[in-house]
């Protein structure tokens, strides 16, 4: 039986070797297309498997055992990957799904969170604006610039003004400089340099220890915390006349503002601050 076996494969390898030399030498009269040349190569692996296999008998005299696919077991372990994949994607989807929501309700959070800071915003300018007025009217008002004075400014020169009174101011004639700031002030209340004029009104005013009149000057001219190189120095001018004036807690609440509004004062003014803060007895 064995031996039939071999017969029979012998003579298909024989039949087929004669017939590759003829269908070789016939002219074809169209390329093989795409198809017939996978046929062909198909058919070339079988011929080299079945002459493996006959040169295998020929030469060990065993039987050759052709082992099956395994098809349904291949089947059956992709069929497992492809369920594990799917099972990993469904916890993908998932923990997208939770972060999703998670994102949702960290952007309302934060929306709520912008409106609370908002109002908080709100209503501390409006104490703040309030905690100025109550220290302006603790105080009294400085005294009207002289009328003649007030005459003699070279009316729509706001510039003009400002400078002469500076320069008083750096000359020493803290007296006439006092004078020249509060005619600037009557004057020109709208002009862009008005709130720096009343600083300097404020500090001619305190050179004579006029600290009511000088406190008045210096709120008028930190109102609404404007953002110049004077302004922290006005905050400090402000809480020692307070200081002065026997008022150390609305110094304190003063002094308190500095840091918050002017983080980045000079360090002069940040060490004359924390002086005062001691000399008024502030809570830390």
């Given at each position: ?66 082992q099956p696919a395994d098809t349904d077991g291949r089947i059956d ?60 009217q603790a105080v009294p008002p400085p005294p009207a610039p002289p009328e003649e004075t007030a005459a003699a ?132």
């Open positions: 039986m064995r031996a039939g076996r071999v017969s029979i494969v012998l003579m298909a390898l024989a039949v087929l070797a004669t017939a590759g030399p003829a269908v070789s030498q016939t002219p074809m009269e169209d390329p093989l297309d795409v198809r017939d040349a996978k046929r062909v190569d198909r058919m070339e692996k079988v011929i080299r498997e079945l002459r493996a296999i006959v040169f295998q008998l020929r030469d060990t005299g065993k039987p050759v055992v052709v372990e992709l069929s497992s990957k492809l369920s594990d994949i799917e099972g990993a994607l469904r916890g993908v989807n998932g923990t997208i799904e939770g972060a999703t929501r998670d994102l949702d309700q960290a952007r309302r959070d934060n929306a709520a969170l912008k409106a609370q800071v908002q109002a908080l915003t709100t209503r501390l300018s409006a104490a703040e604006q309030k905690q100025l007025a109550a220290a302006a400014a070279p009316a729509g020169d706001p510039a003009k003004a400002f400078t002469q009174a500076r320069q008083l101011m750096l000359s020493g004639d803290y007296d006439a400089a006092e004078t020249a700031f509060a005619a600037y002030v009557a004057n020109y209340p709208d002009a862009p340099r008005a709130p720096e004029a009343s600083f300097w009104w404020g500090k001619t005013l305190a050179a004579r220890s006029a600290n009511a009149e000088a406190a008045r000057a210096y709120i008028t001219a930190i109102r609404g915390w404007p953002q110049t190189a004077w302004a922290p120095e006005a905050v400090v001018e402000l809480a020692k006349s307070l200081v002065a004036l026997k008022k150390p807690a609305d110094a304190c609440q003063t002094l308190a503002e500095l840091p918050r509004r002017y983080p980045k004062a000079p360090p002069a003014i940040a060490t004359r601050a924390a002086a005062l803060r001691t000399q008024a007895k502030c809570s830390a």
